[in-house]
Structure formats: C-alpha cells, structure tokens
C-alpha cells in the first residue's frame, strides 16, 4: 500500500478563497483523522471519522472549516473563506480502529498558505 | 482537560550518546501510547507503539516504556546518530475521548557528529 495520500502538498491562496485538501486513506482502515500543525499550537485534531461517520468534529475552530467522508477511499477537508490564521499543515491520518491498539499512519502532509 | 507533555522540548548531544525522552499524560486510562518522528518537512512515521497491557517496547536502538500508574512513558535511543536527528512525538489515546489520539508538542533532537 502506498500509504496515507494527501493532495496537494502545497497550496497557496488569497483569502477569502476557497480551499479543499483530499485525503485517500490506507485501503482497509476504517478511521480517518484530520489534524493541523502549527509552530505555536503543535499538532491539534481536527476531526475524525469511524466507517465513514464523523466521530467528534469538537476541534474544527470555526464554521468555516467542513470535513466530508463520502466513503472509505476519500475524504476532504474545506475552509471556506479562507483566512491568513489558517495557515499551517494539514495531515491527514488513518487507522484500523479509532486508536484501539492500533497504530495511526500519516500522510505527508499539506502546507497551506493563506495571503 | 486531559493533556500530553513532553520535556524537555529540545535536545542537543554528540553522537554516540545514548538518551532518553519524556512524556507524561494526565489520565492512565488509556489505550496505548505511540511514538513517532518527523523530519523538517515530512509527516509522522510511527516508530513504537506500546499497549496499554504492554511496559515496555524495542525496535532496533529504540526502547520504549509505559508506566500507566504514574502517568509516564520513555523513549530511549541508544548510541545515538547524526540521523537521528528528528522532533519524536508522543501521542495517547484517552478512553473517555473516545480513542482520539492526544498529542505531546515534542521534544526536537540534534544529534552533532
């Protein structure tokens, strides 16, 4: 398996601007983490899913943020507007269960960029 | 709030050295704790996982321990190299949080021929 895939890598944008990052998880897991990364606030969870249904979505920070599950291979994370705080790197993650002596995999990442 | 804590945050030692890192929680109901490494630039790569019924893990040079009842958990790397340099990353997932992996902010390693 190819791993967690996350596209696109990088992403810059003005704001206001929508912006969508993809995730297409390992085949077979069946939770997905979104996390986001910054220098001041380190690595926070955003939102996770369990067989496609969102689990705890306590950590998005605003309206502006929405997550999608449409089924086991892909999800998306959307900002809309986007704004300059949103800045940082988006991972995305999976797992065979939601943390259940189970490891969770990392995609490389997206390092967004809002101007 | 429960919380995962990493001390120090930085860490500087010549090569061959062996060293430990630190990561404490605040609740020991858990269901595992997980070490990882990222790279300037790159994702996590997992490095250790330890079961909440395990107290103690070893991949290679690395030794990972849980202590459950005292909230603590090590990572030792022993005789350490310049490629081991790297920010290592412990994570914990909370029962009563329904398995969400928590992390620490981190302890970054150089590792100095």
């Known amino acids: 398996d190819a791993g967690v895939i996350q596209s696109p890598r990088h992403e810059v944008t003005e704001m206001g601007q929508e912006v969508t990052l993809r995730c297409k998880p390992i085949?077979?897991?069946?939770?997905l983490f979104w996390y986001r990364q910054t220098m001041m606030r380190g690595l926070e969870l955003l939102i996770y899913?369990?067989?496609?249904?969102?689990?705890?979505d306590s950590g998005m920070p605003e309206d502006r943020f929405s997550a999608k599950m449409p089924n086991a291979s892909f999800s998306t994370l959307k900002i809309q507007p986007s704004e300059p705080r949103d800045s940082a790197v988006y991972f995305c993650?999976?797992?065979?269960?939601?943390?259940?002596?189970?490891?969770?995999?990392f995609g490389q990442g997206t390092r967004l960029t809002v101007v | 709030k429960q919380e995962v804590t990493q001390i120090p945050a930085a860490l500087s030692v010549p090569e061959g050295e062996n060293l430990v890192l630190n990561c404490s929680f605040t609740?020991?109901?858990?269901?595992?704790l997980q070490w990882f490494r990222q790279d300037p630039g790159k994702g996590l790569t997992s490095l250790l996982l330890?079961?909440?019924?395990?107290r103690e893990q070893t991949s290679g040079r690395l030794n990972a321990s849980l202590d459950k009842s005292s909230g603590r958990s090590t990572l030792y790397i022993a005789a350490s190299q310049p490629g081991d340099s790297a920010t290592y990353l412990c994570?914990?997932?909370?029962?009563?949080?329904?398995?969400?992996?928590?992390f620490g902010q981190g302890t970054e390693l150089s590792v100095k021929p």
């Open positions: 993650a999976s797992s065979l269960d939601r943390g259940l002596n189970t490891e969770a995999f």
């Open positions: 085949s077979g897991h069946n939770s």
């Open positions: 899913f369990n067989n496609n249904v969102p689990i705890d």
């Open positions: 609740d020991s109901a858990i269901y595992n």
């Open positions: 330890i079961q909440s019924s395990q």
């Open positions: 994570a914990v997932p909370f029962y009563n949080q329904g398995g969400k992996l928590i």
